[in-house]
């Protein structure tokens, strides 16, 4: 029996001075869980901090578009991408389910989680560069999902599951299902995904409500016009309010509305981009900051009708040539039919 006492008292204080020792150094013992692939680590620099680049990740990683994640996903059987291998997935939104488990939540920033990859920063130098933080840990992010997804055969390059996909006109065309998306949404991993999603099925729905069709059923007409009048607002109040930076958050809006037109051309795409142009100026006007520092959001504090019930209040012109749509301003829709 004193055996068992001694050992529990040694248990006890090991324990303690564990705990103690890890608030010292402003660390827990839950974050090893975190970073998986930062074991190995080599230095790089990246928008003024000094940060740990994974062993094998490329150099030139931290300068990475949109487009290059696509080029990895696309490219399954190029040999010069370095295969990630603490990632599984049986699918893209697996994968993705999968790499948010290794990184700390975007939807609260714990600085001491950061410190095992920014060891010579301290809590308050982390809190005052989160946003930087959370710029480069997207990069991380990204790479995971796109070269895990790269060793799948036959997988599709798509954020529709089995379980959700949005309805109506925008979705018709698979826009959660095209690389252009894809690749803006995973380049993006603080977009909220099923916020995405409602953003789509609230913009199809609202647009028939406050936009009658006039001769081809809600394709370049009246209703077409309003559908991307609130669809931009929408994706901003729904899918970017994770981001501090209201310039970033509209930037990654106006990257995701440019992403339906991937491909495209023609006065048909000249109209939509008039009317995503009406959503961003609206978005900019509304967006506000919320929470306290170092944990703020972007947020529209206006209901989905609201917003359909002004954009739909908006001038509608009918056009006929692309100079014609480019004289309008930030609070004029268009219409073909």
């Not at 230095?43 to 994974?54: C, D, I, N, R, W």
């Not at 010579?120 to 895990?148: C, G, H, P, R």
């Not at 199809?204 to 077409?224: A, E, I, L, R």
């Not at 306290?292 to 989905?304: A, D, E, G, Q």
Request: net charge negative.
């Amino acid at each position: 029996m004193k055996r068992f006492s001694l050992f529990f008292t040694l248990c006890i204080l090991f324990t303690s001075c564990e705990t103690e020792l890890n608030e010292m150094s402003g660390t827990s013992t839950t974050d090893a869980k975190y970073f998986a692939n930062f074991n190995s680590a080599r230095q790089a620099h990246f928008k003024g901090l000094e940060v740990q680049l994974p062993e094998g990740y490329p150099t030139n990683l931290l300068e990475f578009t949109p487009r290059d994640f696509e080029d990895i996903a696309l490219n399954r059987t190029s040999k010069n991408v370095y295969k990630v291998k603490h990632v599984r997935g049986n699918s893209l939104v697996e994968i993705i389910e999968e790499v948010y488990k290794l990184y700390p939540s975007f939807d609260y920033f714990d600085a001491k989680a950061y410190q095992r990859i920014f060891p010579k920063m301290t809590i308050e130098e982390i809190n005052e560069n989160s946003e930087t933080i959370l710029d480069y840990i997207e990069k991380i992010m990204a790479f995971d999902i796109v070269s895990a997804f790269s060793q799948l055969n036959g997988a599709e390059y798509s954020l529709i599951s089995n379980e959700r996909k949005a309805r109506g006109y925008i979705s018709s065309g698979d826009w959660l299902n095209t690389a252009c998306t894809v690749s803006v949404v995973i380049s993006h991993p603080r977009l909220d995904i099923s916020g995405l999603r409602l953003a789509v099925d609230n913009a199809n729905y609202f647009c028939g409500v406050y936009g009658s069709p006039t001769n081809n059923g809600g394709s370049n007409d009246y209703m077409d016009a309003v559908r991307h009048g609130i669809w931009g607002v929408y994706l901003g109040k729904e899918g970017t309010w994770r981001y501090s930076n209201p310039d970033k958050a509209m930037d990654i809006v106006s990257q995701l509305l440019l992403s339906h037109e991937c491909g495209q051309s023609g006065i048909g795409t000249g109209m939509d981009m008039q009317n995503n142009r009406v959503a961003l100026e609206y978005y900019r006007n509304n967006v506000e900051v919320t929470g306290s520092w170092p944990n703020r959001n972007t947020r529209i504090n206006k209901t989905f009708r609201e917003i359909a019930i002004t954009i739909s209040a908006y001038p509608c012109h009918l056009v006929s040539t692309v100079s014609e749509i480019s004289s309008k301003d930030a609070y004029t829709l268009v219409r073909l039919q």
